[in-house]
């Protein structure tokens, strides 16, 4: 490294000599770093706006484009303590008696008073079990294969309260089972008539005559009703005159409508279309549409101050926290102004809206038919209003054609329902943004700032590295200054000293 001599001949403060000279050579460098940053603060803006359309896209796929979502059923009970019931968005509107005998019950052992004692070593048990509807439980082997036989260990030493909870806790069982004053009860989880349970193996047998339960010929548990044990239960009910009495389970579902029989009783139930559902999803859908519209518009009109640009660390540095705050938001504001992307995609979601839906067959065909029209303030930029008294007549009359103008299907624009038109565009807007500012995984040779923002990093490290070179050149000329007003300074006293002799 050379030399660098400070000043001490000529008594010039050198420093500060060089330093106020790079100034002035970095000059150029500030510009590239500013650069650097307008470009960043565009990207970020740009990925905020995609961030905007996105959470749109997802809002309308969430709750326009699923028919269970936007379509939904309501049904009502004149005697909800006996019977609920629900619908899906395809049943009928229809009602329906159902007058409940008795509900379908789970089968529960009680044993006698148990003998257990634990066993000396592991001891593998077999059963079988037979679900309340009759199917029997199954098991999938490590091979893969599926066995209706369920093998459970019992542990050394394991305590009843051990046994139980191995015999609860082994899922495929399908059981709960407890011990209180000396007897066992085990429960069947489901209901149903046909619920069993069958020891297969003689170390079964063994442990469960230890916990007082007795078995048939054919090795099944029995129920000891003096005890309180009972068989299991079907549902008997009669519905619109049918008499059921084969359903295993109290809820089951015919054409689309789920019932719950809870206790005995009658109930007339009634399956309509949830209007209010419907229609709040079409006044959120609205409210969001407006709410992006107006970011957007607000970025395309944004105010650009060429006056302020990035500031310096030095430039920081001479100003408190919150002139600093308010110079960057100037700074970065008008960043996106008269974007050709987002003013395009605008242009497209209005037409998107706007444009009536070419559907044979259907009643609706336009949004101003559900009471949807635009803003007649030009300062709302294609805002949209809602006549909500109109658009629940048209729900109310006509759900699935109030689903069809949002979802039509179509290979052709004009054949799409405008939801379906509006995900299309914002689609492709979220692509082309894309291309542009990327996505935060993304290198920055995968997107155009990207790549422009690399141009400039290499412009800088080339910068910095000739403004390192300028540096070494201004120190070495200073410095053969300074050696030679020292070489003068010595020669001038030596003259001195010899007129003085």
Same mark, same amino acid.
């Given at each position: ?140 082997? $490590? ?120 206790? $005995?009783?009658? &109930? ?150 405008? &939801? ?82």
């Amino acid at each position: 490294m050379a030399i660098r001599i400070g000043g001490l001949a000529s008594g010039m403060d050198i420093d500060t000599l060089v330093g106020d000279l790079m100034k002035a050579e970095r000059i150029p460098l500030n510009k590239l770093n500013q650069n650097k940053q307008i470009l960043e603060w565009q990207r970020d803006d740009y990925r905020s706006m995609n961030k905007l359309l996105s959470d749109f896209d997802q809002f309308v796929f969430d709750n326009i484009s699923l028919k269970s979502k936007m379509i939904t059923k309501q049904v009502t009970s004149t005697n909800s303590s006996a019977v609920t019931a629900t619908a899906n968005s395809s049943a009928a509107n229809i009602n329906t008696t159902v007058n409940v005998t008795s509900t379908a019950k789970s089968a529960t052992w009680i044993s006698n008073n148990s003998t257990y004692s634990p066993v000396a070593s592991d001891t593998e048990i077999e059963l079988t079990v037979t679900n309340g509807d009759g199917t029997v439980a199954s098991v999938t082997n $490590p091979d893969g294969t599926t066995s209706n036989v369920i093998k459970l260990t019992i542990k050394a030493g394991a305590t009843l309260d051990d046994v139980l909870k191995e015999l609860s806790n082994k899922k495929e069982l399908g059981i709960s089972a407890f011990s209180e004053s000396g007897k066992v009860v085990i429960t069947k989880n489901d209901t149903g008539a046909k619920a069993a349970i069958k020891l297969v193996d003689g170390d079964a047998q063994s442990l469960f005559q230890s916990l007082g339960f007795t078995s048939d010929a054919s090795n099944n548990v029995t129920f000891n009703t003096s005890l309180g044990a009972k068989a299991g239960e079907n549902a008997d009910y009669t519905i619109n005159g049918l008499r059921v009495t084969d359903r295993a389970s109290n809820t089951f579902t015919i054409n689309n409508v789920n019932y719950t029989l809870h206790s $005995p009783g009658q &109930a007339s139930l009634t399956v309509s279309g949830n209007t209010d559902h419907t229609v709040d999803k079409i006044v959120e859908f609205v409210s969001k549409y407006n709410e992006m519209i107006e970011k957007i518009n607000s970025k395309l009109s944004e105010s650009h101050y060429r006056d302020y640009k990035p500031l310096t660390a030095e430039e920081k540095g001479e100003m408190s926290e919150k002139q600093v705050e308010l110079w960057e938001e100037r700074a970065k504001s008008g960043l996106l102004r008269n974007d050709s992307i987002l003013s395009g995609s605008l242009s497209k979601l209005r037409m998107d809206i706007y444009n009536p839906v070419n559907q044979t067959g259907s009643t609706l065909n336009q949004l101003t038919e559900i009471g949807i029209t635009t803003s007649t303030n030009f300062r709302d930029k294609g805002k949209l209003v809602i006549n909500e008294a109109k658009l629940r007549e048209a729900v109310e009359k006509d759900p699935d054609a109030v689903f069809t103008l949002f979802n039509a299907s179509g290979t052709n624009q004009e054949d799409m329902g405008l &939801a379906v038109r509006v995900r299309e565009t914002i689609k492709n807007t979220i692509s082309n943004i894309e291309q542009k500012a990327g996505r935060p995984a993304w290198t920055n040779q995968q997107f155009s700032i990207g790549r422009t923002l690399g141009q400039v990093d290499s412009q800088i490290n080339r910068f910095e590295d000739r403004l390192t070179r300028v540096e070494q050149r201004y120190w070495r000329q200073f410095t053969a200054m300074e050696q030679a007003i020292q070489r003068a300074n010595e020669q001038s006293a030596s003259l001195m000293q010899q007129f003085s002799m």
